[in-house]
């Protein structure tokens, strides 16, 4: 079954700063990955995603990713946040649910990003 | 473009009660999920369609039933709530079965007690 990992709960940074978000995957097959963000009482919108070919991709809001398939990992980067960058954020991968055939998204549990001014 | 609508927007309700989430799409996608976040436990599928008149079971269905009558439509039904229960719930949609990018609705919150 696959799985992913954010392991930072929380994250502090700094406007200005650069910023990393940590993701881990565990998937049997190619993986689809998925970071989403969600503000506060909001419901999820997609930064960005990888699928195939490139494996650095560029996402909304300055967002990018990169695709490591040696380490398993999908780490979001951002060279300078902005103080509406505070979030929760989701990486996620596309997987096969046992017993179905359609594929819904197995999230990773969250990084809260704090910005301090 | 309305895109995913969720009614209703919260909700508290008696233990041994019945309750329907609704979620409505406009965007004609295919497939359709329920997802509940939990604090500290991220977004868990609930229920899938792949296309109207099919549904599946996610990671954590028990308790939880869907039906899909026609393409826009995706409701969940929690046929006798308890407080393990509360919880986000929130409606998902993608134009394809495949891994694809998937649409939120803005999110259900229920409190059972």
């Known amino acids: 079954a696959q799985s992913v990992t954010q392991p930072d709960i929380h994250i502090t940074v700094s406007e200005g700063a650069s910023l990393e978000l940590r993701c881990n995957y565990s998937?049997?097959?190619?993986?689809?990955l998925f970071w989403y963000v969600q503000s506060p009482g909001q419901g999820l919108q997609l930064l960005l995603k990888?699928?195939?070919?490139?494996?650095l991709v560029q996402g909304i809001k300055g967002f990018e990713a990169e695709f490591k398939r040696s380490q398993s990992s999908f780490n979001l980067r951002k060279p300078s946040v902005h103080w509406s960058d505070a979030a929760e954020y989701f990486c996620?991968?596309?997987?096969?649910?046992?017993?179905?055939?359609?594929?819904?998204?197995?999230f990773g549990k969250g990084t809260h990003l704090i910005i301090q001014p | 473009i309305a895109g995913i609508t969720q009614a209703p927007t919260s909700q508290i309700l008696a233990a041994g009660r019945r309750m329907t989430l609704r979620c409505t799409q406009d965007?004609?996608?295919?497939?359709m999920y329920w997802y509940r976040q939990d604090l500290g436990l991220g977004l868990r599928l609930i229920h899938y369609?792949?296309?109207?008149?099919?549904?599946g079971k996610g990671e954590v269905p028990d308790g939880y039933s869907v039906s899909r009558a026609n393409t826009d439509d995706f409701p969940l039904t929690l046929a006798s709530a308890v407080p393990s229960q509360t919880s986000v719930y929130f409606c998902?949609?993608?134009?394809?079965?495949?891994?694809?990018?998937?649409?939120f609705g803005p999110g259900t919150r229920l409190t059972v007690l």
């Open positions: 998902a949609s993608s134009d394809s079965v495949a891994p694809d990018t998937q649409y």
């Open positions: 965007m004609r996608h295919n497939a």
């Open positions: 369609s792949n296309t109207a008149g099919t549904t």
């Open positions: 990888y699928f195939s070919g490139d494996t």
């Open positions: 996620a991968v596309g997987g096969v649910y046992s017993g179905g055939g359609a594929d819904g998204l197995t």
């Open positions: 998937y049997g097959a190619t993986p689809y």
